[in-house]
């Protein structure tokens, strides 16, 4: 019975309801950006959180040397570096020294492109946005190869497409060797544009915090494709020849370098460890370590957060003034709105309706609008999102994002039910009844 | 059924301009009864009229309908006696101007407490032949803004009908008609009344008065005849 005299009252003030509609809608895409604008932050330094507990090091890597018998060789295993080091784990990213055959797709690739490698823990700890397919497994393929994932310029290449892989032009040139045989890898995935994958951006070290480990990936920047892979799937791969021929590198003889300690890496300290044997870790790193980028984990915290509480200070003030001003408006509003409808509710007064119940058509009426202007402000914004209209933009439409939206259109609902508890009854029905005659 | 005893009325209460409306009125309607209130204006009829409809309060005195004592019930107890027991009718026939005739008269029926409530085809059903005592079957489906003056008075007559009121109250019913309309408009009054329902009707048109089978005086607050 009450929907039928709330929706009468949306039908009535059409003029107010479309005035408050769209500054809700304003205030809610306001809510969604600034929060995107934070989660995306915040969602960035999460998962490199837990790599910054505690004490540690994290840096970015060019080469770490081992010596394996005579000869100092590049690391290519975290766990050997762990060796070494005094009560540290070490998680970390490779330089996978293998490239695409020229053959394939020549336009894109004819240069070398580079491919990532991850541990296990960074492959789980982050997911960049993938357009088609997935990230890389944790767990060991289901097929006979290596699976991918491809950050690539061009449309060149799709989910479940066969690439050959060969090696490096590089190592070719620089170690005269080459793969036993070429290796078959699965594309399981293709990078969006504008994802952020871990490793080292070109600007690395302008922020010392955790920005400095996201690549910002854009199409139409790139000079070639990037490839990703799981380095356990290289190593537990049977077709992968060259994860039995760098083992035997390892230990000093044949010259093929399949993957070497490059990139991102993280090593934390064990709880309990002594000043002097962080101090041996971090002598061990400088001597034997070629890197670019280096900070203790507490400087990266403190960091981080500090560059996320300073971009909360600067977008909630925006925010909170949005808020004020629609409420001013949704006050003058929600006053006219009732002034309007007085009338009509001295009527069903009249009729035998208790002024609570007309407070409560009024607050269906508000509950109808607010609700109607969340679905629809929420489905243009996922329209926008899956057409792509904001892709390359922070704008994104996740739980917070809602939380957001439900809880700020729920303080609209209740400011306006208050504000009508307070105007409506005030007045005697045969006053308001008398005025119109 | 209709009982006023040395009701008082003061408006604006403890204030400089405070104003009795009402000093001391008793009254008392018997069932079936057609009765006139006229007076001069400011001489308290529709003060005391909204006082009979419980849209208004009063300071002192009882007011008792069908021997229940108005003002000693609850507001959700008042506003049911409003839907069941009265039937108002106004002079600017206070309807919802964007509804239609039908969604007028449904309104009492559509407010009708838990209980009493009927079925939406059922009110339907009934409101249709509420119109149809008025003669205004044909306008069911029309937006009362779209009516005319006596017409849109046949439909606040439905409406005040529409839950079998005990108790009529019609304040200035032809105030905004023409001459012809008002004996229109009263012939309804009196068809209502000779099917035995109490109607009280507020006028200072003595024409509408004299049809009644009893008028009242009111002067200065207070019932003289």
Request: glycine share 6%; hydrophobic share 40%; charged share 25%.
């Amino acid at each position: 019975m009450k929907l039928k005299y709330a929706l009468y009252e949306q039908n009535k003030n059409k003029l107010m309801t479309v005035l408050i509609f769209f500054q809700t809608v304003i205030v809610l895409v306001m809510i969604v950006s600034i929060i995107s604008a934070i989660v995306s932050r915040y969602e960035k330094y999460r998962p490199l959180e837990n790599f910054f507990q505690g004490d540690g090091l994290n840096m970015h890597i060019t080469t770490l040397l081992g010596r394996t018998g005579q000869r100092y060789l590049p690391f290519t295993e975290s766990s050997d570096v762990e060796k070494y080091l005094k009560k540290a784990h070490m998680v970390s990213s490779y330089s996978i020294q293998m490239t695409f055959d020229i053959d394939n797709k020549k336009e894109e690739f004819g240069s070398w492109s580079p491919v990532i490698g991850y541990d296990d823990e960074l492959i789980s700890a982050y997911t960049p946005e993938i357009e088609t397919g997935r990230w890389l497994r944790t767990e060991d393929a289901d097929t006979d190869m290596i699976e991918i994932v491809l950050a690539q310029k061009e449309e060149s290449h799709k989910v479940g497409d066969i690439i050959t892989l060969t090696t490096s032009d590089v190592v070719k040139e620089s170690r005269d060797c080459k793969l036993s045989k070429p290796i078959q890898a699965k594309v399981v995935g293709i990078l969006a544009d504008g994802a952020s994958p871990i490793m080292r951006p070109i600007h690395y070290g302008e922020y010392s915090d955790f920005r400095d480990y996201y690549y910002p990936f854009h199409r139409d920047e790139e000079e070639r494709a990037i490839v990703f892979v799981s380095k356990r799937d290289i190593e537990h791969n049977n077709q992968i020849h060259a994860a039995a021929e760098q083992k035997n590198l390892i230990k000093g003889e044949t010259c093929i370098w399949p993957y070497i300690i490059s990139g991102p890496c993280f090593i934390q300290y064990d709880t309990g460890i002594t000043q002097k044997e962080k101090d041996h870790n971090s002598k061990y790193l400088a001597v034997n370590g070629r890197y670019v980028f280096r900070h203790t984990s507490a400087e990266m915290r403190e960091n981080s957060m500090e560059y996320i509480m300073n971009q909360m200070n600067m977008l909630i003030p925006i925010l909170i003034a949005m808020i004020i001003l629609t409420l001013l408006s949704i006050i003058s509003s929600t006053v006219i709105m009732i002034r309007q409808n007085m009338h009509n509710y001295s009527i069903y007064y009249m009729l035998g309706m208790t002024w609570r119940k007309c407070v409560s058509v009024h607050g269906l009426s508000v509950v109808i609008m607010q609700m109607g202007i969340f679905l629809f402000t929420i489905l243009c914004i996922a329209i926008c999102e899956k057409t792509g209209a904001l892709d390359r933009t922070v704008f994104s439409l996740g739980g917070w994002q809602l939380l957001g939206c439900f809880v700020m259109i729920v303080f609209f609902i209740v400011f306006s039910i208050v504000l009508s508890f307070l105007l409506i009854g005030k007045r005697s029905a045969k006053d308001i009844l008398r005025e119109i005659e | 059924m209709v009982k006023l005893d040395n009701i008082i009325k003061t408006y604006n209460k403890g204030k400089s301009n405070a104003f009795e409306a009402l000093h001391g009125v008793s009254l008392t309607v018997g069932s079936g009864e057609m009765v006139a209130i006229v007076g001069t204006s400011g001489a308290g009829k529709s003060t005391l009229l909204h006082i009979l409809a419980c849209i208004d309060g009063y300071d002192s005195g009882e007011y008792c309908i069908d021997g229940m004592v108005i003002g000693k019930v609850s507001e959700k107890k008042m506003a049911a006696i409003r839907n069941e027991k009265i039937g108002m009718v106004m002079q600017d026939f206070a309807l919802v101007e964007e509804f239609t005739a039908l969604d007028n008269v449904m309104i009492p029926l559509d407010f009708a407490s838990r209980g009493k409530k009927k079925r939406k085809k059922e009110r339907k059903e009934i409101a249709l032949k509420m119109l149809e005592m008025v003669q205004m079957q044909d306008f069911a489906d029309k937006p009362v803004n779209n009516l005319s003056g006596g017409q849109k008075q046949r439909v606040a007559i439905a409406r005040a009908i529409a839950n079998e009121p005990s108790l009529i109250l019609a304040d200035e019913p032809t105030g905004a008609l023409d001459t012809e309309t008002t004996r229109e408009i009263m012939k309804v009054f009196i068809d209502l009344n000779q099917q035995g329902r109490t109607i009280i009707i507020v006028t200072h048109d003595l024409a509408v008065a004299e049809q009644c089978s009893r008028v009242i005086r009111i002067e200065d607050g207070r019932i003289i005849e």
